[in-house]
């Protein structure tokens, strides 16, 4: 008789989310998740061959369901409710930020953003080596904002507060620095 699988990638991740989220990094454990989950640490290791491949599903939970970019509306209106809805993330959930904020951008969920702004910024007449550069930046100044904004309020309300009106002046002055070839 088959085994039925109790957990998938997406419920460990999910909760793995949750925990950092609520608790901070070092709440994050093998011992500690499986707990959460309901079953034994070393059913994790069915899924997972250690805690860094737990961490390195968080950028995809955090990503998860975000608007689809429209390469046939203003590629700095798209850009920007983009970039806003990111930061917004990032500062909610300051705990996972902090954790992933180093980690390579490999998971899915990045790949696909990634891939939708480059593909934006091509139709909107940008060289591949200037939408590298305004997705580089835009990225670089999301997670730096956002990181400040942690530090400088590590136990303010969840959501983000009058720095999000201030990053969002930044970022249209970011956006308004570019202009594509043709």
């Known amino acids: 008789m088959a085994r039925t699988r109790l957990l998938t990638h997406d419920s460990i991740a999910r909760a793995a989310f949750e925990l950092v989220d609520t608790e901070g990094a070092g709440a994050l454990t093998m011992a500690r998740l499986a707990d959460s989950l309901g079953v034994a640490q070393m059913t994790l290791y069915n899924y997972a061959a250690g805690k860094q491949e737990i961490v390195n599903m968080l950028p995809d939970v955090l990503l998860a369901d975000l608007p689809p970019i429209d390469r046939g509306a203003r590629w700095r209106d798209e850009l920007d409710a983009c970039f806003a809805e990111v930061h917004d993330r990032l500062v909610r959930h300051g705990n996972v930020t902090?954790?992933?904020?180093?980690?390579?951008?490999?998971?899915?969920?990045?790949?696909?953003?990634?891939?939708?702004v480059l593909a934006l910024l091509d139709t909107a007449g940008f060289s591949a080596r200037d939408a590298l550069t305004v997705h580089r930046t835009l990225s670089t100044y999301t997670l730096g904002f956002a990181l400040f904004e942690i530090a400088e309020h590590p136990m303010a309300s969840p959501r983000p507060?009058?720095?999000?009106?201030?990053?969002?002046?930044?970022?249209?002055?970011?956006?308004s620095a570019f202009s594509p070839d043709r």
């Not at 507060?161 to 956006?175: E, K, P, S, Y």
Request: charged share 20%.
């Open 98 to 116: 902090q954790l992933i904020a180093a980690l390579p951008v490999t998971s899915d969920a990045q790949t696909k953003l990634f891939s939708e």
């Open 161 to 175: 507060g009058t720095d999000a009106a201030q990053f969002r002046t930044g970022l249209r002055a970011v956006l």
